[in-house]
């Protein structure tokens, strides 16, 4: 099947995007299917990201498809401020069901971003109505990345994402990255070095006083500056602090939730809970777009209880809780269950790793890493040209038939949890000679 081009490319201002090289080059998925996106001519190219880390299930599952469909027919929307609709509240019980024991409150959003900030508003409002209200520090992490609204980009420690913006949240500050230690390069999952990096969170306890600091936000791997996977004993380490000074931990589970890691969160893959975590992606399998928090039940107690009466949280969105988000999301979380997919991301997860670390011996190749359904291969850069080796892999890769993501010079990989071995034997077949190619 073919889908036309679009005549006008100038009006859509793309996001994150060079817009003025795409339009010269524009590479462009029109249809998916299972591990594929087919381009408007009907060439196929097999997905190694899930979309942006987000079609765990796979794509065009029928399932997602006839549960928004029915939704639609039945209520298109309906407003979540002081009234409610059922099947956000079977969502909300459905997710509450996956997530950590004693996380059992979901606040929907619409994206990570929103997930993000929400959590973020959710940790200070949670100390105000406990009394603390000179808690209203938010500590992140370099190299995080919690999406684009303040709250998550002034907590992200992303530099390119936040230099264009101005002054930003005050009182934010940053952990350094668990990245880099010559010790973890080319580990496989966790690396053995580097808990004791979580200890420049008492650095910055002794600097502002316990009291000052409402929430330490982190991703459990992070995924968009390049697959950076927590060292073992790190997460512990920063729940055992967060739980002496009264700081809330929160974990941002947009990639690492939705059995990304074998595990329906990274929570339990890497045996720490935090007090709040944000998710969005695999939620719905992408088909909508939907965000939700979850947080302990102390969290939402103390908020709830601390309020006088009336509306405890002066937050929400117009789609919180979308109808056919929360039928998409119930479908998706349907299909996790039947096909068990965090089980097959485990049972694949040997194979995946031995297929990321057989690129290790390749021209410029200087780390591989992974955890989960996850990889990232780091290239040395192109002497003066930062970024460009890996964005010529990733045209070489596109045009072979095969769609990675590349952060910098660093490859990521984020195959929808369906994969089979004949795939993960064509994704890094391609890459490999690609990586190859561009070095010859
Ligand atoms: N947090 C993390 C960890 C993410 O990876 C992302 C998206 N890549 C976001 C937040 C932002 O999500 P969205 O793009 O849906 O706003």
Redesign the pocket.
Known sequence: MSVSRPNNLDAYWMPFSDNRYFKAHPRMLARAEGMSYYTPEGKEVLDGTAG???CNAGHGRVEIKEAIQKQAAILDYAPTFQLGHPIAFEAAARIAEMTPEGMDRIFFT???????DTALKIALAYHKARGESSRVRLIGRER??????FG?MSVGGIGGNRKQFGALLPYVDHLPHTHGLAANLFAKGQPAEGAHLADALEALVALHGAETIAAVMV?PV???TGVLVPPVGYLERLRELCTRHGILLIF?????GFGRLGTPFGAERLGVTPDIM?M??GLTNAAV?M?AVAVQNAVYDAVVDGAAAGIELFHGYTYSGHPLAAAAAIATLDLHRAEDLPGRARAIEPYWQEAAHSLRSLPNVIDIRDCGLIAGIELAPRAGKPGARATEVFRRCFDDGVLIRVTGDIIALSPPLIVERPHVDRLFGVLGEAIRAEAA
Not at 144 to 149: I, N, P, S, T, W
């Open positions: 942006l880390w987000c619409n994206s990570g971003s929103e997930s993000a995080g990345y919690h999406g684009v609204g998550g991703e992070a995924g968009s941002d589970e947009v990639i690492t944000t969005a992606k777009p965000g």
